[in-house]
């Protein structure tokens, strides 16, 4: 360890520190240590959660790690702790190319964010903190984008859901052993994280489902549950987030797991959130558990500002794209109330404190991997309208399975609905209320200043692939109970807490990339815990359908699968039961990738013949128009390989998380595979698949048995 003194002069031109975020800079220069803390005997200090690196730009990288004091008389008179980081380009930092102090003060909780710039381009860098006499534990290693306009192979992994008690991460764990034995030339480049890094919930693990392990009471969170019957999901003593500290206890759980910090130390991750880090179902900085809920605007500066301190990322730092300024910035902390959401302008934004609230943290951005990859990161909480399904149209919709796709998609349009001229009321079974939305606005997913950059970046895009980080999936995932005889029932959506609940504004996405002919879009989502891959299709509901991107589903890392959450709604229902859950005397499999795939008749005949030629004249090709593939039961991640004639996209099941698979990590259930070739923009996309390694789902294992 380096040593010498200085004086406090110099040590605070060393910090350069805006808003919590360090800045450090590749140079041949001497390290100065840091004071104050310097000087701790070993053993006074330790770093629970790990270090980690993202959003690896040409010449820089942002890192990041958290200490604490095991000995209180090592920290600084008021709390804070002198660090200070070191950054090789070899493991045993011999090649030592930065070094820099920092300082992890109380107010951040003692997290450090370090802008490390000056680097090379596409070289890979390993990084470490010092605290006193005490080391990270483990080095980190990252890397650098390639220049612009650089022509090579990108790889990398995409993830979502990690609810810490519904399972273990032994999936990370097999990620990462994987790369490690890989050829240097096969192994990845970052990892994408599309959201629900944490979830805000304890105890949200269903009856019947062990808890695999505790997160613990929060240091202030709701009062504990008591069930009542109406949240299955939720065992007694749960609570909900509500403050700053429970927040941060929650990310510091869930980040002393040994396989999430071997692959935050592994790889550059790249961050957008979903609904989980703030509020289930979020929308602007509502939280909605029962009933429409309420407003929320402390408990979302709460959640932005947690996210902001254990979560790295590029934000008011970041680059422009193609003359385009960054939207993202830093956490700004500010005073707001929990006030009434009354008036709202154009765009469906909320005024007032709930304005502010969103303005605290703006984390849509675009990052670039040379000229293959242009990688658009998009925020789907924060700006969407309100959900058009409320307890008002739930009474309407006493009845009905799932919300019908024609009250959902004429409540979204608001007052365009009918080429602008939208019905007095909404009718449904016989009952009949007023159109609540016929003088709103439309719905909008992303909100219009989001959804005017997407745009202008998709335009200026020049990479060879365009990948759309999407943490709500765009593919239709239906239910066609129309074809059932005598039921008397509408198609419904699975679901409108994603894009399926903004049809209008998906549409006018899609039709904006065939129209501008933008090609080689891929979307990758999560949130639906399961793989699944298909088309997007402009209009779903047209008689001929015209696909303009493709979307690629990834598992949950250990949150309860849909399937599972499925088959214990419908137990005891009879019929629909067995549209999910394939039952004989030898058991029972999952039966819901079929429904979903060819329809509630094919799925309810799978029950009772397993004849090609019934099948064939029962199954609806459309039944969720676009979607190819699902596989409902199942946990992992999914890698993407692009190069400049293809993208491969392999999902990576590794079956049940319940039990913790240790150093070695989970096994490898399934590996499903996909190809696109790159196609011209205003034409089509191919999506080839899936073929498998391991034990295909059903229904695709019967052919795979076959073959």
Same mark, same amino acid.
């Given at each position: 360890?380096?040593?010498?003194?200085?004086?406090?002069?110099?040590?605070?031109?060393?910090?350069?520190?805006?808003?919590?975020?360090?800045?450090?800079?590749?140079?041949a220069t001497p390290f100065l240590p840091a004071l104050g803390?310097?000087?701790?005997?070993?053993?006074?200090?330790?770093?629970?959660?790990?270090?980690?690196?993202?959003?690896?730009?040409?010449?820089?990288?942002?890192?990041?790690?958290?200490?604490?004091?095991?000995?209180?008389?090592?920290?600084?008179?008021?709390?804070?702790?002198?660090?200070?980081?070191?950054?090789?380009? +070899?493991?045993?930092?011999?090649?030592?190319?930065?070094?820099?102090?920092?300082?992890?003060?109380?107010?951040?909780?003692?997290?450090?964010?370090?802008?490390?710039?000056?680097?090379? *381009?596409?070289?890979?860098?390993?990084?470490?903190?010092?605290?006193?006499?005490?080391?990270?534990?483990?080095?980190?290693?990252?890397?650098?984008?390639?220049?612009?306009?650089?022509?090579?192979?990108?790889?990398?992994?995409?993830?979502?859901?990690?609810?810490?008690?519904?399972?273990?991460?032994?999936?990370?764990?097999?990620?990462?052993?994987?790369?490690?034995?890989?050829?240097?030339?096969?192994?990845?480049?970052?990892?994408?994280?599309?959201?629900?890094?944490?979830?805000?919930?304890?105890?949200?693990?269903?009856?019947?489902?062990?808890?695999?392990?505790?997160?613990g009471p929060l240091p202030d969170g709701t009062a504990p549950?008591?069930?009542?019957?109406?949240?299955?999901?939720?065992?007694?003593?749960?609570?909900?987030?509500?403050?700053?500290?429970?927040?941060?206890?929650?990310?510091?759980?869930?980040?002393?797991?040994?396989?999430?910090?071997?692959?935050?130390?592994?790889?550059?991750?790249?961050?957008?959130?979903?609904?989980?880090?703030?509020?289930?179902?979020?929308?602007?900085?509502?939280?909605?558990?029962?009933?429409?809920?309420?407003?929320?605007?402390?408990?979302?500066?709460?959640? =932005?500002?947690?996210?902001?301190?254990?979560?790295?990322?590029?934000?008011?730092?970041?680059?422009?794209?193609?003359?385009?300024?960054?939207?993202?910035?830093?956490?700004?902390?500010?005073?707001?109330?929990?006030?009434?959401?009354?008036?709202?302008?154009?765009?469906?934004? !909320?005024?007032?404190?709930?304005?502010?609230?969103?303005?605290?943290?703006?984390?849509?951005?675009?990052?670039?991997?040379?000229?293959?990859? +242009?990688?658009?990161?998009?925020?789907?909480?924060?700006?969407?309208?309100?959900?058009?399904?409320?307890?008002?149209?739930?009474?309407?919709?006493?009845?009905?399975?799932?919300?019908?796709?024609?009250?959902?998609?004429?409540?979204?349009?608001?007052?365009?609905? =009918?080429?602008?001229?939208?019905?007095?009321?909404?009718?449904?079974?016989?009952?009949?209320?007023?159109?609540?939305?016929?003088?709103?606005?439309?719905?909008?997913?992303?909100?219009?200043?989001?959804?005017?950059?997407?745009?202008?970046?998709?335009?200026?895009?020049?990479?060879?692939?365009?990948?759309?980080? =999407?943490?709500?999936?765009?593919?239709?995932?239906?239910?066609?109970?129309?074809?059932? *005889?005598?039921?008397?029932?509408?198609?419904?959506?699975?679901?409108?807490?994603?894009?399926?609940?903004?049809?209008?504004?998906?549409?006018?996405?899609?039709? !904006?990339?065939?129209?501008?002919?933008?090609?080689?879009?891929?979307?990758?989502?999560?949130?639906?815990?399961?793989?699944?891959?298909?088309?997007?299709?402009? +209009?779903?509901?047209?008689?001929?359908?015209?696909?303009?991107?493709?979307?690629?589903?990834?598992?949950?890392?250990?949150?309860?699968?849909?399937?599972?959450?499925?088959?214990?709604?419908?137990?005891?229902?009879?019929?629909?039961?067995?549209?999910?859950?394939?039952?004989?005397?030898?058991?029972?499999?999952?039966?819901?990738?079929?429904?979903?795939?060819?329809?509630?008749?094919?799925?309810?005949?799978?029950?009772?013949?397993?004849? +090609?030629?019934? !099948?064939?004249?029962?199954?609806?090709?459309?039944?969720?128009?676009?979607?190819?593939?699902?596989?409902?039961?199942?946990?992992?991640?999914?890698?993407?390989?692009?190069?400049?004639?293809?993208?491969?996209?392999?999902?990576?099941?590794?079956?049940?998380?319940?039990?913790?698979?240790? *150093?070695?990590?989970?096994?490898?259930?399934?590996?499903?595979?996909?190809?696109?070739?790159?196609?011209?923009?205003?034409?089509?996309?191919?999506?080839?698949?899936?073929?498998?390694?391991?034990?295909?789902?059903?229904?695709?294992?019967?052919?795979?048995?076959?073959?």
């Amino acid at each position: 360890m380096p040593g010498g003194s200085f004086s406090r002069r110099d040590f605070l031109k060393l910090f350069g520190a805006t808003a919590g975020c360090f800045v450090a800079t590749a140079a041949a220069t001497p390290f100065l240590p840091a004071l104050g803390t310097a000087r701790a005997a070993p053993g006074a200090f330790h770093f629970p959660q790990g270090l980690a690196s993202a959003d690896p730009q040409p010449d820089a990288v942002m890192l990041w790690t958290r200490v604490e004091a095991l000995d209180a008389a090592a920290v600084l008179p008021n709390g804070d702790v002198d660090l200070y980081l070191q950054v090789a380009t +070899d493991m045993s930092f011999e090649r030592v190319v930065v070094e820099q102090a920092v300082r992890a003060s109380t107010r951040s909780d003692h997290t450090v964010r370090v802008f490390v710039q000056g680097l090379s *381009p596409d070289t890979i860098y390993y990084y470490r903190f010092y605290a006193g006499s005490d080391r990270s534990p483990y080095p980190g290693r990252t890397r650098t984008a390639p220049l612009p306009g650089t022509k090579r192979k990108v790889r990398f992994a995409s993830l979502s859901c990690q609810n810490y008690e519904s399972g273990y991460y032994g999936a990370l764990r097999r990620l990462t052993n994987d790369d490690i034995a890989a050829p240097a030339e096969e192994q990845i480049d970052f990892v994408l994280h599309l959201g629900d890094f944490i979830y805000e919930r304890t105890g949200d693990v269903p009856e019947g489902r062990p808890i695999a392990r505790i997160v613990g009471p929060l240091p202030d969170g709701t009062a504990p549950w008591e069930p009542d019957g109406t949240r299955d999901w939720w065992r007694k003593g749960g609570q909900s987030a509500v403050t700053l500290a429970d927040y941060r206890h929650l990310y510091k759980t869930y980040l002393t797991d040994p396989d999430l910090q071997a692959a935050r130390a592994r790889f550059p991750f790249v961050h957008t959130w979903d609904d989980h880090e703030f509020t289930n179902d979020a929308w602007q900085s509502y939280a909605s558990y029962f009933d429409d809920g309420e407003p929320a605007q402390k408990r979302k500066l709460a959640a =932005n500002r947690a996210w902001f301190e254990f979560i790295p990322a590029i934000l008011s730092k970041g680059p422009s794209f193609n003359g385009i300024a960054s939207p993202a910035h830093d956490f700004r902390d500010m005073r707001v109330e929990d006030s009434p959401m009354a008036s709202h302008d154009d765009g469906f934004i !909320f005024e007032g404190d709930n304005a502010k609230a969103l303005s605290s943290l703006t984390i849509y951005r675009a990052l670039r991997w040379g000229s293959m990859l +242009d990688l658009v990161l998009t925020d789907l909480r924060s700006y969407r309208s309100p959900p058009v399904v409320d307890k008002k149209i739930d009474t309407l919709l006493e009845g009905a399975p799932l919300p019908p796709v024609r009250v959902v998609q004429l409540l979204d349009a608001g007052r365009t609905a =009918n080429d602008g001229k939208p019905p007095a009321t909404i009718s449904y079974g016989g009952r009949e209320i007023a159109n609540p939305r016929a003088e709103a606005p439309p719905g909008t997913h992303m909100g219009g200043p989001q959804k005017t950059w997407f745009k202008q970046v998709m335009k200026a895009s020049k990479a060879e692939w365009r990948i759309w980080a =999407n943490s709500c999936p765009a593919l239709q995932i239906r239910l066609d109970f129309s074809r059932l *005889p005598f039921a008397g029932l509408e198609d419904g959506y699975a679901g409108t807490d994603t894009w399926q609940g903004y049809p209008g504004e998906l549409k006018e996405l899609l039709t !904006f990339l065939m129209d501008e002919k933008i090609g080689n879009v891929i979307s990758l989502s999560g949130d639906y815990h399961a793989f699944a891959a298909g088309r997007l299709p402009v +209009d779903p509901d047209a008689e001929t359908q015209r696909d303009a991107a493709v979307e690629f589903m990834t598992a949950a890392v250990s949150s309860s699968s849909m399937y599972s959450m499925a088959d214990r709604r419908t137990r005891g229902s009879g019929f629909f039961h067995r549209a999910v859950t394939l039952e004989d005397e030898n058991g029972s499999e999952p039966n819901w990738n079929n429904t979903l795939v060819n329809g509630l008749r094919a799925g309810i005949l799978a029950n009772y013949s397993r004849s +090609d030629y019934l !099948f064939d004249l029962v199954r609806n090709e459309r039944a969720s128009p676009g979607l190819d593939y699902i596989d409902a039961d199942a946990h992992g991640y999914t890698l993407v390989t692009l190069d400049e004639t293809q993208a491969e996209v392999v999902q990576v099941n590794v079956g049940d998380v319940l039990s913790d698979a240790g *150093p070695e990590g989970s096994p490898v259930k399934c590996k499903t595979r996909f190809t696109v070739k790159r196609w011209a923009g205003g034409e089509e996309p191919a999506l080839e698949g899936p073929a498998f390694e391991g034990d295909a789902p059903y229904p695709w294992k019967l052919k795979h048995k076959e073959s």
